[in-house]
C-alpha cells in the first residue's frame, strides 16, 4: 500500500500544454532529471482555444550510478496560464470509493470521471530484501473541489508486489506566466524504501454536459497577427530530493495558428 501510494504521488506531475520538442535534461550534483511534454494537435486557434491531448514523462537519476537513487519527495509544477481546464458538469471520484481498487474495479467504479493514464516506476530498497524495481499503470480521476481548488485523484496498481493507493493533488491558479500549479508532498512513511526513477502521464478527456461537447484541456495559439508559429514558455517544474536539494527544469515549445 505504502510504496503505490509514493508512486502514485509522483504520477500527477501532469498536466502540461505543450508543443512536441526534445525534453530538458538538467543536472545538479548527482542528480539528473529528465523532463519533457507534448501537445496535440499542434495547430490550434488564434483566438479562443480547442481540445488538446497533453503528455509528460519524467525521469530520476542518479549520474554516479548509486543505489538507491536520490529520493523525490516533492513536486511542483506551474503550467503556463494560457492552458485551461474545464471541469464543469464532469463527474468526480471519492477516494474511499476506490481505494484499494485494481485498475479494472477502479474504472469500472469511477469511470465517468477519469481524465488520464499513465505508468510509473520506482526502486525498492526494504530491510532484508534485495532491492527491486517496481512499475504500474496509472488512472487520473477528476475529483471533488475542496476550499475552491480543483483536485485530481491519482490512482496506482501494482501486480508485483499487489498495492493500490490513491494520492490526491492540489490544482491552483497564481499569478504569473505559470499561473496553474500542480503540487504535492510524498508520504513521510515512504521515504525509507521507496524511490522514483521514471513516470509518464496522457491527459485526454471529452464528453457531453448541457448538450454540448467539452474537452478537460484546451488551449489556443494566441500568435500576434502575422506570425504563424510562436514559442511559448510551456512549464516550470521543481523537483525536490532528500536532504533539501533540488532541481529545476523549464520547457518551452512552440504552437501553430490552424
Not at 57 to 65: H, I, K
Not at 168 to 177: N, Q, S, V, Y
Not at 238 to 246: K, V
Request: glycine share 10%; with cysteine.
Amino acid at each position: 500500500m505504502r510504496l503505490a501510494g509514493l508512486i502514485a504521488a509522483v504520477a500527477l506531475l501532469a498536466i502540461g500544454l505543450a508543443g512536441v520538442a526534445r525534453g530538458e535534461r538538467v543536472q545538479e550534483g548527482n542528480i539528473a532529471v529528465k523532463f519533457d511534454g507534448g501537445i496535440s494537435p499542434h495547430a490550434l486557434p488564434r483566438h479562443g482555444t480547442a481540445p488538446v491531448t497533453v503528455t509528460i514523462d519524467s525521469s530520476f537519476q542518479a549520474t554516479d550510478g548509486a543505489d538507491p537513487p536520490p529520493q523525490l519527495q516533492r513536486i511542483s509544477i506551474g503550467i503556463n496560464r494560457k492552458g485551461k481546464i474545464f471541469d464543469r458538469g464532469l463527474p468526480t471520484c471519492r477516494v474511499r470509493r476506490i481505494q484499494p481498487a485494481t485498475i479494472s474495479a477502479a474504472r469500472s467504479i469511477c469511470g465517468g470521471a477519469i481524465v488520464g493514464s499513465g505508468h510509473v516506476r520506482v526502486r525498492v530498497h526494504l530491510a532484508n530484501q534485495s532491492p527491486f524495481t517496481f512499475k504500474g499503470p496509472m488512472l487520473v480521476f477528476n475529483g471533488r473541489r475542496s476550499g475552491g481548488e480543483r483536485r485530481l485523484l491519482a490512482q496506482v496498481y501494482g501486480i508485483r508486489p499487489p498495492s493500490a493507493f490513491v494520492l490526491t493533488f492540489k490544482i491552483r491558479r497564481e499569478a504569473g506566466t505559470f499561473g496553474m500549479v500542480i503540487q504535492t508532498t510524498l508520504p513521510k512513511e515512504a521515504r525509507d524504501w521507496a524511490y522514483v526513477t521514471h513516470f509518464d502521464m496522457r491527459l485526454r478527456r471529452s464528453y457531453v454536459y448541457r448538450g454540448k461537447r467539452h474537452s478537460y484541456v484546451n488551449a489556443g495559439c494566441p500568435a500576434p497577427d502575422g506570425f504563424t508559429v510562436v514559442p511559448f514558455q510551456f512549464a516550470r517544474a521543481s523537483f525536490e530530493f532528500a536532504g533539501g536539494r533540488e532541481v529545476t527544469s523549464e520547457l518551452t515549445r512552440t504552437c501553430r495558428v490552424r
